[in-house]
Each structure stands twice: as C-alpha cells, then as structure tokens.
C-alpha cells in the first residue's frame, strides 16, 4: 500500500457518497483515507449518504476485528459530521427545516430559512420575493392548535401553508380576515389573541394557556416540579432569560424579524454578567 495508491482509492469512492453539498467533501476523504490504513481491501467500494442531518457510512467487513476498527472510524465521522455544516465545512449544528434535519452553520441555516412578512399592500412574502396578496384568499384552515394555516386562492385551486416556526406566523394569523376561517374556529382564534398576556421572560405580551408563543417557555407556577428545581419564581425567570441570551439555537438570530407581538414596557433582566458565567460553568 502507497500514499498514490490510497489516494485513487479516496477520490474514487467519494462519488459512492449521496451527500447534499460539498461540505462534507473533507470528512469524507479522511473516512476514506483511515478506512485504507485501517486495513480496508481498497478494491472493494465503500458507500454512504447523508441521513437525519448526519453521515452514514453502512459499509462493513466479516472480518470481525477489521469491522471493529471500521465502526469506531465510521462513529467518529458520523459525530463530526453534525458539527459540520453540509454547505461550506464550517462549524455547523443540527437544523431542523420544512421538517428535515440537517447541518448549517448560521449563514446557510439563516439563508434557506424562508422569512415571512407582510407589506402595507398586504403582499405576503418570504425572503421579499411576494407569494400572494391577502386580499386574493379565498379560504383558509388551520390546525387545532394554531400552529399549521393552509391559505386558498382561486387560482388552479392553489394552496399556501405557513407554520409557527416562521417569523411573523402569529402576525399572519391575526391578519388574515376571520371570515375566511371555518366558522367554528373564528371564536377560538379571536380569542387567541384577545386573551394573550405579558411573559417576565422574553418581555412579549404572547402567553396563551400559560405558555409563552414567542420563547416557548411556561409560566412559573407553584407546581412541586418549579419549587423542587427552582426555589422561587425569580429564579426560574433568571434561567430561561439566560437560555434565551446564550440562544444555542440560534432561535433568537432568527425570530428578530418577528413583528407578532406587542413587547412589554417595564420588562426586566434579571440575570447579572456573573450569573451568566457561573450558568456557563454548569452548561459546558
């Protein structure tokens, strides 16, 4: 076996990878290349894809001490994999868009997430580009429990769907005209946000059934569970805004262009830098 030799080997198995960008392209040669040392018969192909956002190599071998050694190189690949952005090789996370899972850094996850907004004209549009006036619905459902609409127009009977995992999703909500909605939902979604209150977490007047809309938090309540974790309310308040403000998400890099709800005057931030530290300290 020679450096040429393993070489060939890698640039002819990288094609056997069904990945959806360049971004893995390095992991990949270097799977390859400690395959080949490992003692992997390089006449033999190797074949994986992506999957649930990670790399998937399904390759083995019988010889039971060779397949042990190709397992911890496929492990070790597979992990690197979902820190690695599936675009661009940057430093990446696991993503979660229209549904699938996959590997973005910031940028590319920001850039294929769809942002919704509506205009003075009432055009609703993602990313700027305009996807139908309000105006030109015809009808509208929505899921039970608010978090899915599907909009109708005239037009070949053509259908649009929005979620709660959108920007501006509540503000479309409560744009759209209730006449448009099933009668027996009208009431419901009326209501929604005429019964919304103040979150002391993220400062948005978004609480609906005692969870938070906008941060998704639940309200503190004198539950065994908050007094058993918590101590006081205080507390409880002081973790979730730290939560909120380390955003390992990146959930809040995301919802900044969010207009549904009105912020609360007299908000406050409960959490100091050293508490900030300290909480790190436990976290990492």
Known sequence: MNKEEISLFVERNLTNFSVNSTGWEQLIRKLLFEFAIAGWNMNHRVFGKEKFGGLRCYTYSE??????????????????????????????KMRTIDSWQTTLCLNHFLEQQPILEIDYKQNIR??????????????????YDFQRVWLYTEEQGETFYF??????????LKTIPLSLFPEDRRNEISMLFQSLDGCEICGHKAVYQKSCLRCHNEQWN???????????????????????????????????????????????????????????????
């Open 163 to 172: 979620s709660w995992q959108e920007p501006n999703y509540y503000l479309l």
């Open 222 to 284: 004198e539950s065994g569970y908050f007094i058993e974790n918590y101590g006081e309310k205080s507390n409880y308040i002081k973790e979730c805004q730290m939560d909120i403000f380390m955003d390992e998400e990146d959930y809040e890099k995301y919802f900044i262009y969010d207009r549904s709800f009105e912020k609360l005057s007299g908000y406050q931030i409960l959490f100091s830098s050293d508490d900030l530290r300290e909480y790190e300290k436990l976290l990492f």
């Open 126 to 143: 993602r990313n700027n580009t305009i996807i139908l006036n309000i105006r030109n619905i015809i009808k509208a459902d929505l899921e």
């Open 63 to 92: 010889d039971e001490t060779l397949n042990n050694k190709l397992k911890a190189i496929k492990d070790k690949y597979s992990e690197l994999s979902v820190k690695t952005c599936e675009i661009c090789g940057s430093e990446g």
